[in-house]
């Protein structure tokens, strides 16, 4: 005598589907937070202060390194780089992205006592081919910074493309007892000392 079941379905289709989009809301609001809206980043995503060293500062797409702070520090804008930061920042992006004539350009007119600045100069001339400049720039890195690691990385790197790879392996030696043989560095640098990742190049 009552049929109730056409409009109880109704309801609960609707019901659902506002439970739906009410839920994707929220999945869509989630990596805003991670991208810096203000509120605290997720645990799979650090607060950039909890970051101690450069290596994993630069890892973090939210955070740079402050070399006038000596700390890593959340992105907000351009502002907040130092002159020198600036040009780091553009020559890293520049020789990360294969424009290696550009970013030597750049990195040349950047801080030259920046152990990171004469990293990414080492890298860029070794991308460039040109393994002795390549070399001679990392090893000025370490002098500044022997605990370096990822300029130890490039270094053992180059070490195996000039077929040394004795003195790779002296620096993936130094990469463990630095940061073990589980950290990135050490892990991708063996890699390419066995001949199983040579992606780096």
Known sequence: MYNTSQPISRMAVKFLAAAFVGSAALLTVTPTYAAGGGSPAPASNPACSTKTTKNSCQALSHCFWSNSGNRCKKKKNQSELSPSDKLYAEGRI???TGHFKKAIEILKTANQQDPHVLNYLGYS???SGDLDTAIT???AALAI????????EYLGEGYVKAGR???AKLELAEIGKR???GCKEYVELAAVI???DTATW
């Not at 910074?145 to 130890?152: E, G, K, M, T, Y």
């Open 145 to 152: 910074n022997p605990d370096f690691v990822l300029a130890r």
């Open 194 to 196: 066995s001949g199983t």
């Open 179 to 181: 940061c073990g043989k």
């Open 137 to 139: 720039y990392y090893k």
């Open 165 to 167: 790879l004795d003195l």
């Open 125 to 127: 001339y070794r991308k």
């Open 94 to 96: 520049l020789a990360k």
